[in-house]
Every structure is written in C-alpha cells, then in structure tokens.
T-cell receptor
Framework: SQQGEEDPQALSIQEGENATMNCSYKTSINNLQWYRQNSGRGLVHLIL?????REKHSGRLRVTLDTSKKSSSLLITASRAADTASYFCATVLPDTGRRALTFGSGTRLQVQP | GAVVSQHPSWVICKSGTSVKIECRSL??????MFWYRQFPKQSLMLMAT?????????EQGVEKDKFLINHASLTLSTLTVTSAHPEDSSFYICSARARDRLNTEAFFGQGTRLTVV
C-alpha cells in the first residue's frame, strides 16, 4: 500500500522556473526521502530529511518537513530541461521490521526548454 | 553512492514461460533486498522483501508461488516470474540497503521491463 499522496500529479514549467512538489504521509516516520526516476529507469536518491529536521538543502533542491501536518515539500530552483522526471517521496513504515520504503504517488515534472 | 545492478533491463517472453531477474549489490553487502513492481505512470508497489538465507516476505496479494524469490548470498537476489501471463507485463525494480545502514537511503537497480506476449 502507498504511504501517501503527492501533488500535483503532473507539473509542466518553463526552464528557469521553480518547481514545487508536495507529499503527504499517514504514519509517524524516522525520516522522509525524495527520489527521482527518469522514464523507464530505476530510482535515484536525492535527499533525506530526518524527523527532527524542518528544512534541508542540497544544491538546487530544498526540502521541508512538517511532522505536525505529516507533509513534506520538494523545491527545485532554476529548473532545467534535464530535471524532467518523476519525483517520489518515500518513507519507511514504522514497526514493520523490514525497512522497505513505501512511496507516494509521484509527481511527473516536465521542464520545457 | 552504492551500485545495484539489475539484469536484464528488458525481456520479452511468451505466455506460459518463466523469466528470472537478477539483482546484485556490487560494492556493498545487502542482507535485505526489496522487489517492486511499477505500472505505467504509477508509483512503485512493494511486492516482497528478500532476506539473505531465509524465506522472502511477500506483501498481501502477491502470489509467492508465482513470484519466486531467492536471496542466496549477501550480494544477489533473484526474482523468477513463473508461468508468465500478459497481465504480468510490468516494470520490476529491485532495491537494496547496506547491512549497516538500514535507516538511510536505498539504492535501486535500473529496472527490468517485462513484456509477456
């Protein structure tokens, strides 16, 4: 089962604009992770934010986490055509003991050159 | 980051045949690997957790006799789709976590596109 939902489901922007994707989850977490998937490929880890962190940066990426609202956002600044991909948030369901990641529904980002 | 190699990247098979997909962690030991399935424009759905030296743990609704998982070593897990049918056509992705880093990021194979005709 999926941990939560992401919105928007699809986002189309022009190169240079910022892209914001939101993720909501249902259970308590130790951390939340964001991954990127190019079409027909595997996933690449982008950034991990721990439950005691509120904001984290990595290059052009900015992630926020609001545990009271069980939500996170991923901001990509100054987008490039190469940022075109699907983006997923993921968490580990607590108390499963298996450490499998559960993914949100994903946001398909299209950056127009 | 660590490397996970998945093979083959795509396969076409006839209905009724079996297909084996391999997932290898190349530069780290993975006591646990995970198999996901992804339909077009959808998210990844966990199928099963592969444990080295023991039986896999399957998610609800996943037939263990149809999707055979073997995790014979700390660097290799295999998923065999037995008696494949067109509805099994999908994108299968494996994932692994380093044995000493179970609470951090996961590393993914490049995926296998299975088409059953």
């Amino acid at each position: 089962s999926q941990q939560g939902e992401e919105d928007p489901q699809a986002l189309s922007i022009q190169e240079g604009e910022n892209a914001t994707m939101n993720c909501s989850y249902k259970t308590s977490i130790n951390n939340l992770q964001w991954y990127r998937q190019n079409s027909g490929r595997g996933l690449v880890h982008l950034i991990l934010i721990r439950s005691n962190e509120r904001e984290k940066h990595s290059g052009r990426l900015r992630v926020t986490l609001d545990t009271s609202k069980k939500s996170s956002s991923l901001l990509i600044t100054a987008s490039r055509a190469a940022d075109t991909a699907s983006y997923f948030c993921a968490t580990v369901l607590p108390d499963t003991g298996r450490r499998a990641l559960t993914f949100g529904s994903g946001t398909r980002l299209q950056v127009q050159p | 980051g660590a490397v996970v190699s998945q093979h083959p990247s795509w396969v076409i098979c006839k209905s009724g045949t079996s297909v084996k997909i391999e997932c290898r962690s190349l530069d780290f030991q993975a006591t646990t690997m995970f198999w996901y399935r992804q339909f077009p424009k959808q998210s990844l759905m966990l199928m099963a957790t592969s444990n080295e030296g023991s039986k896999a743990t399957y998610e609800q609704g996943v037939e263990k006799d149809k999707f055979l998982i073997n995790h014979a070593s700390l660097t290799l897990s295999t998923l065999t789709v037995t008696s494949a049918h067109p509805e099994d056509s999908s994108f299968y992705i494996c994932s692994a976590r380093a044995r000493d880093r179970l609470n951090t990021e996961a590393f993914f194979g490049q995926g296998t596109r299975l088409t059953v005709v």
